[in-house]
Structure formats: C-alpha cells, structure tokens
C-alpha cells in the first residue's frame, strides 16, 4: 500500500505504517520550507 499527499508530520506515517502502508508520498510539506533537502532530513530522522 502507498499513501498518497496529505503527510505533514511523522506521526502520521507511523499511524500509516501499523495499518499496512509500506510506501508514503511526501512533496508539497518540503516544498513550502526554504530549505527542502534539510527538512526531509528532519522528517526522515523522526521516523527511524
């Protein structure tokens, strides 16, 4: 399963993950930051 969009904090991949979901589509989140590679780094960092 993917989730598609609509991913703003980690937490919600989490939630995602124990009902099956394996993939996630983050992009609009890390886009509205001026500085996009740094803010995936951060969001990466809370989930693992």
């Known amino acids: 399963k993917v989730s598609e969009s609509g991913i703003s904090d980690p937490r919600i991949i989490m939630g995602l993950k124990e009902?099956?979901?394996?993939g996630f589509l983050i992009g609009e989140n890390f886009m509205k930051t001026d500085n996009p590679g740094f803010a995936?780094?951060?969001f990466i960092s809370q989930i693992r």
Do not use: A, I, P
């Open 19 to 22: 009902y099956g979901f394996q």
């Open 40 to 42: 995936c780094q951060e």
